[in-house]
């Protein structure tokens, strides 16, 4: 079983810079993708940004692209998503999710933290 928390969500301005952290508990995850999705209110839940463990296979929805940045410290089991530039769309409720072989969809993800709000107003 792997436990996930996440944390660092708030009330930003539009413009403004959020870091979200996720740390990981639980059996041996080394080989598990660590996973970063939102949802909005009435909308789907869609993925943001993706990270392996060793730094590798990041990727970025397009609509964060450039803007969020993830990353992950092994030592602490703690994987974060640097948010700057934000904007009133990225409103919603981000999620870190765990999944081995995980790419962007959500049913490769086996794990998922409560998730946490952010809120960023106009």
């Known amino acids: 079983q792997v436990q996930l928390v996440e944390s660092g969500g708030g009330l930003v301005q539009a413009g403004g810079s959020l870091r979200l952290s996720c740390a990981a508990s639980g059996r041996t995850f080394s080989s598990y993708i660590m996973g970063w999705f939102r949802q909005a209110p009435g909308k789907a839940r869609e993925f943001v940004a993706r990270?392996?463990?060793?730094?590798?296979?990041?990727y970025y929805a397009n609509s964060v692209k450039g803007r969020f940045t993830i990353s992950g410290d092994n030592a602490k089991k703690t994987v974060y998503l640097q948010m700057n530039s934000l904007k009133s769309e990225d409103t919603a409720v981000y999620y870190c999710?765990?999944?081995?072989?995980?790419?962007?969809?959500?049913?490769?993800?086996?794990?998922w933290g409560q998730g946490t709000q952010v809120t960023v107003s106009s």
């Open positions: 999710a765990a999944g081995r072989g995980a790419r962007i969809i959500l049913h490769e993800y086996d794990y």
């Open positions: 990270i392996a463990w060793n730094g590798g296979n990041i």
